[in-house]
C-alpha cells in the first residue's frame, strides 16, 4: 500500500507554488534580458551569462515537475529519485552562486525546501 507522508505532500504543494513562480520569473528575465543586462550595468556588476538564464528556466521546471511529483507520488522510488536529483541541483545551483558572487548565509536557506521534500519521502511508505 503506497502511503505518502503529510510533510511531503505539504511541502510538494509549496514546491509547487515556488517552482510556478519560478517559471514566470525565468520566462520573463529570458524576454527581459537586456534589461537585466543593462540593470547589472548600472549596478557595476557583471551580468549573467545567458546560459544561466537558461539553467534557471530548467531548474524551475525541474521544481515544478518535482512537486508534482511528489503530491502525486506513484511510487516511492520515483519520489526518491526526483528528490535526489532536486536536491543536487539546488547544490549546484549554490555553488554556481558562491563561486561567482561569494558565499551569502541566506544562501542556506534555500536547502531547506529540498531537504524537508527528501525527508518527507524518507517518512513516506
Known amino acids: 500500500m503506497k502511503k505518502k507522508s503529510k510533510l511531503l505532500h ?3 504543494i ?3 507554488v515556488f517552482g510556478a513562480l519560478a517559471v514566470i520569473s525565468s520566462i520573463f528575465s529570458l524576454l527581459m534580458k537586456d534589461l537585466m543586462t543593462s540593470s547589472y550595468e548600472l549596478l557595476g556588476m557583471t551580468p549573467p551569462a545567458t546560459w544561466y538564464y537558461i539553467w534557471m528556466l530548467i531548474l524551475a521546471c525541474f521544481e515544478l515537475a518535482a512537486g508534482i511529483i511528489g503530491v502525486v507520488y506513484k ?3 520515483s519520489v526518491f529519485i526526483t528528490a ?3 536536491l543536487i ?3 549546484a545551483d549554490l555553488i554556481y552562486a558562491t563561486v561567482t558572487s561569494g558565499f551569502s548565509i541566506t544562501y542556506v536557506i534555500s536547502l531547506i525546501l529540498p531537504i524537508l521534500y527528501l525527508w518527507g519521502v524518507y517518512q513516506s511508505e
Do not use: D, E, L, M
Request: glycine share 0%.
Open 10 to 12: 505539504v511541502v510538494s
Open 89 to 91: 541541483a539546488i547544490v
Open 14 to 16: 509549496i514546491i509547487i
Open 75 to 77: 511510487s516511492r522510488k
Open 84 to 86: 535526489v536529483i532536486y
